[in-house]
Antibody
Framework: QLQLQESGPGLVKPSETLSLTCTVSGGSITISSFSWGWIRQPPGKGLEWIGSMYYSGGTYYNPSLRNRVTISVDTSQNQFSLNLRSVTAADTAVYYC??????????????????WGQGTLVTVSS | SSELTQDPAVSVALGQTVRITCQGDSLRTYYVSWFQQKPGQAPVLVIYGKNNRPSGIPDRFSGSSSGNTASLTFTGAQAEDEADYYCHSRDSSGNHLLFGGGTKVTVL
């Protein structure tokens, strides 16, 4: 059974870089048919997609965060990571990692995320 | 448009049927997936594609789509169905993913 687990500091100072790692167990991160994504949720608010990467190539970011975010992979550790630079209080959120997939139909396609990690709260504060 | 619009809140009587909608221009091209999120928990995929349920999701949950609107319906609402529900799809460019604002479902 595939499982994902986020790890990293729970407190980051303003203007610094938020760095999180997602460790994948029960399956390989190198399977080309899946993507690996980060999603966040500010306290009391909705979900926001941060970005997704495909091991076979291509990394896609939310346009509103593109200038500050990098997602990378470490295949030796079966992990992928999130770096978010120049953080402010608005970046305080629960950060989730998840496996992504896409199904194709004649009439369109469907993206999905499953499973998700349990999430980790990151607070930006001095 | 790069938005997915959901009603903020819906209530349903115990045992009744509830339908949650998600509207967006991109839904004329892309299907949505639906997530259930209970307080303090990670979201869980309940519907994806035309009307597919992951293993373990009861068949009380179903999805449909027409034009720019996708719907999640669940019949025989139970107390355990009380949660926030989010739709998810692509924006109109097809290059980016996004979520709807979420619908809080209360079971009365």
């Amino acid at each position: 059974q595939l499982q994902l687990q986020e790890s990293g500091p729970g407190l980051v100072k303003p203007s610094e870089t938020l760095s999180l790692t997602c460790t994948v167990s029960g399956g390989s991160i190198t399977i080309s048919s899946f993507s690996w994504g980060w999603i966040r949720q500010p306290p009391g608010k909705g979900l926001e997609w941060i970005g997704s990467m495909y091991y076979s190539g291509g990394t896609y970011y939310n346009p509103s965060l593109r200038n500050r975010v990098t997602i990378s992979v470490d295949t030796s550790q079966n992990q992928f990571s999130l770096n978010l630079r120049s953080v402010t209080a608005a970046d305080t959120a629960v950060y989730y990692c998840a496996r992504g997939g896409i199904d194709y139909y004649g009439s369109g396609s469907s993206d999905w995320f499953d499973p998700w990690g349990q999430g980790t709260l990151v607070t930006v504060s001095s | 448009s790069s938005e997915l619009t959901q009603d903020p809140a819906v209530s349903v009587a115990l045992g009744q049927t509830v339908r949650i909608t998600c509207q967006g221009d991109s839904l004329r091209t892309y299907y949505v997936s639906w997530f259930q999120q209970k307080p303090g928990q990670a979201p869980v995929l309940v519907i994806y594609g035309k009307n597919n349920r992951p293993s373990g999701i009861p068949d009380r949950f179903s999805g449909s789509s027409s034009g720019n609107t996708a719907s999640l319906t669940f019949t025989g609402a139970q107390a355990e169905d009380e949660a926030d529900y989010y739709c998810h799809s692509r924006d109109s460019s097809g290059n980016h993913l996004l979520f709807g604002g979420g619908t809080k479902v209360t079971v009365l």
